[in-house]
């Protein structure tokens, strides 16, 4: 995520970063890369195009809500005459004598939106592409969503005293309780599970059909096939994984409460503790008993796995079954693309290494994030990490050391993975920050965020932020700048819709505006 900060009210911007790019504690931007091969930068023509999404003076508060894939903005608007109505993309829906105090969903494909309204009667009722649906005398806010391939929509609706699932206008039977999650979707959409309380006991509902009753349920997952569905359940303060119906052993606890099918559908994997002894649950079959068992990955195609383990004081990577060497600690395991490679951070005593491909790196003394560090190049044959060594912050691209005056981010591969680039600041104090783009720091600015590479791997994009009293943000591509606005808007990316057009959300004088960026030569 590119972005990050807390949301103050209703306005959902960054006006303000601070050290929002350089904080050991979480840097949230990409970083940097040793040039393989070394373009030459070109400031290239840009044209803008701004369309007026928001004037944040008409929106309710907390009531706008981004799209996901940050095109697209709506929001909650109240007139004087205590009417409401949703905007989106600027355009005004009908108005309504009351608006739900819930934000308007977008689809996941970003094309449809819905929300709840209400009549002077008492009714509620839920709006999907402006088409209202039946009236209720309460709708659950939590409730309503899209299924992902955005076809279908689900909610909860209380009818009677009773609530029931709404799925595509259908109500399915009424139970006294549902769930604080929102129905869950399988991936192709064409399956819903959720859960619900009857009397003492919680089911699962999954198509219509109710399943077995337990004292409590977590965490219902699908596979990503959408052919298998799996859930955690307890009863009588024992807990087991249930998938496609079938119980496993029962544990103390099943550690986070949760069952992980692997990429290709075809591997289940979860991690059980009773008294004290951790086992990890592969396709069914307990592993080797530890003191601690944690972190559990599938590789990308499904075939390999890794985990952290430890006995006693002695920590290691399982790797497809075998133990590791023995360190203090593990953290950031992560796979190649390609799932040929592997890469992890043992910490050892004071100081940690990177382990690639079982290769131990040089012992340094810190990281910037141990939880999401080394990064693979989309081909899976480069490796970057950041990591502080002899008191200075440093990008480590291919074993080659790049040390910094300021703080790295962390790296970006371009899609052709031929160049890399990353964030940093240029001093101890981090007044100053730019890119760096394949060994070369490009223009300073007062603080920078992540880099995004355009498709053809040909441009890059970022945002730059000028002023200590009063900030100012530009975005910038390759050279070139566009003009400043006063603020950024969480949950929105600065994305490319095509090799030479890219876009962002903005802020001017407390307007929201899709700025589209054409790029040429």
Not at 78 to 92: M, Q, S
Not at 323 to 336: A, D, H, I, L, Q
């Amino acid at each position: 995520m590119r972005r990050i900060g807390k949301v103050a009210g209703l306005v959902m911007l960054i006006i303000s970063p601070g050290i929002a790019l350089l904080s050991c504690a979480g840097c949230d931007f990409p970083p940097a890369i040793t040039p393989r091969t070394t373009q030459k930068q070109v400031t290239p023509k840009i044209t803008l195009k701004e369309t007026l999404f928001c004037n944040l003076e008409q929106v309710q508060e907390q009531m706008l809500t981004i799209s996901d894939d940050g095109a697209h903005v709506a929001y909650i608007s109240k007139h004087f005459w205590d009417v409401y109505a949703v905007v989106v993309d600027g355009v005004e829906g009908k108005q309504y004598d009351v608006m739900a105090v819930v934000k308007p969903v977008f689809s996941p494909d970003s094309k449809r939106v819905a929300y709840i309204a209400g009549s002077v009667w008492g009714k509620f009722f839920v709006v999907v592409d402006g088409k209202e649906g039946k009236h209720y005398e309460h709708i659950a806010g939590h409730g309503l969503c899209f299924s992902p391939d955005s076809k279908h929509v689900a909610y909860y609706a209380d009818v009677g005293g009773k609530f029931v699932a709404v799925v595509d206008g259908v109500e399915g039977k009424p139970y006294d309780v549902v769930s604080e999650n929102a129905p869950l979707f399988s991936p192709d959409g064409k399956h819903v599970a959720y859960t619900v309380q009857s009397g003492e006991k919680w089911m699962v509902v999954l198509d219509g059909a109710e399943g077995k009753p337990y004292d409590k349920l977590y965490n219902l997952v699908f596979s990503p096939d959408s052919k298998h569905f799996a859930y955690v359940a307890e009863s009588g303060g024992r807990q087991c994984a249930v998938i496609d119906g079938v119980e496993g052993e029962q544990c103390d606890h099943l550690w986070g409460y949760e069952v992980i099918f692997s990429a290709d559908s075809i591997h289940t994997a979860y991690v059980t503790d009773t008294g004290r002894k951790f086992r990890v649950v592969l396709d069914g079959a307990a592993g080797n008993e530890y003191d601690f068992a944690h972190g559990f990955t599938f590789s990308p195609d499904g075939k390999r796995y890794a985990y952290e383990a430890a006995t006693g004081e002695r920590h290691f990577v399982v790797l497809d079954g075998k133990e590791g060497k023995p360190c203090n600690r593990v953290y950031s395991m992560t796979f190649s693309p390609d799932s040929q490679r592997f890469a992890y951070i043992a910490g050892t005593g004071n100081t940690a290494r990177a382990v690639i491909d079982g290769v131990e790196g040089k012992p340094f003394t810190a990281f910037v994030n141990m939880d999401d560090h080394i990064f693979f190049s989309p081909d899976s044959k480069r490796v970057a990490y950041t990591a502080r060594i002899d008191d200075k912050w440093a990008m480590v691209l291919d074993g080659v050391e790049t040390k910094r005056d300021g703080i790295v981010g962390p790296p970006v591969f371009s899609p052709d993975s031929s160049r890399c680039a990353y964030a940093t600041t240029l001093d101890p104090d981090n007044k100053k920050a730019c890119v760096n783009m394949d060994g070369k720091d490009w223009k300073t600015y007062d603080l920078v965020y992540a880099p995004v590479f355009s498709p053809d791997s040909k441009h890059v994009v970022y945002d730059a932020w000028t002023g200590r009293e009063v900030r100012k943000v530009r975005v910038v591509v390759d050279d070139a700048e566009t003009p400043e606005y006063d603020g950024l808007v969480i949950g929105a990316n600065l994305t490319f819709d095509s090799p030479n057009k890219c876009r962002d959300l903005m802020m001017r004088d407390m307007k929201i505006y899709r700025v589209e960026i054409t790029i040429s030569e």
